[in-house]
């Protein structure tokens, strides 16, 4: 089985900090993707990656930025962290979109 | 564009009650489609998928037939135990291996 690793559970930052959220998986895929979830706001795309070094922005890439310098890491970067980016963030991963994908436990985020 | 509806919650039963979860899609083709579950503070897992029209996808006791006819995807289970009890994503890829689209989540509570 694909195993998807976000490296925390649980995070608090401060307001202005620069945030990195990391993401592993073990299968060399080349699609990952990086999700935020809200309560009533539901699951949207920040960013996606279909190979390393290529990135496309999703539905919400404001304030956000992302990484790919090797296949297995896909990082997501809040430039200086606000407050309404305290959210849950998953990452996920495919090989083949039509046999589905899987996702990292999350990270929940908190910005004070 | 292609999108998923789901019918909203929450949900709440008696253990050992029987479950439908309504989803509908509008796609362009017929892609897969999915199901995922999140128990509380957890990720997203995949529950069960179907990747072509009358394609049946079960695990767990979870059944959903891909009806292209009605353009839909209901979730069933016959007897639904505490353990059940999560919120529940029906999902479709957009353009096999891109972004996943999610319908808006149904929370449903299984009380013994």
């Known amino acids: 089985d694909v195993k998807v690793t976000q490296s925390s559970r649980y995070l608090v930052k401060r307001t202005g900090e620069k945030v990195f959220l990391e993401c592993v998986q073990d299968?060399?895929?080349?699609?990952m993707f990086w999700y935020r979830q809200d309560p009533g706001l539901g699951l949207r795309l920040i960013y996606f990656?279909?190979?390393?070094?290529?990135?496309e922005k999703g539905d919400i890439p404001e304030g956000y930025s992302v990484s790919r310098e090797k296949k297995e890491r896909f990082s997501l970067i809040l430039e200086s962290a606000s407050t309404n980016q305290t959210s849950m963030y998953l990452c996920a991963t495919t090989y083949d979109g039509r046999y589905g994908y899987t996702f990292g436990s999350g990270t929940r985020l908190t910005v004070v | 564009g292609d999108s998923v509806t789901q019918m909203e919650g929450p949900v709440t039963l008696s253990e050992e009650a029987f479950l439908t979860i309504n989803c509908t899609y509008t796609a362009t083709g017929y892609p897969s489609l999915f199901w995922y579950v999140q128990y509380p503070g957890e990720g997203l897992q995949l529950l069960l998928k179907?990747?072509?029209?009358?394609d049946k996808g079960s695990n767990k006791g979870f059944e959903a037939t891909y009806r292209k006819e009605t353009t839909s995807f209901h979730l069933e289970k016959g007897s639904v135990q505490v353990s059940d009890s999560a919120v529940y994503f029906c999902a479709l890829p957009y353009n096999q291996g891109g972004k996943l689209i999610f319908g808006q989540g149904t929370e449903l509570s299984v009380k013994p």
């Open positions: 179907a990747t072509k029209a009358d």
């Open positions: 299968m060399d895929h080349e699609n």
């Open positions: 990656s279909y190979d390393v070094k290529m990135k």
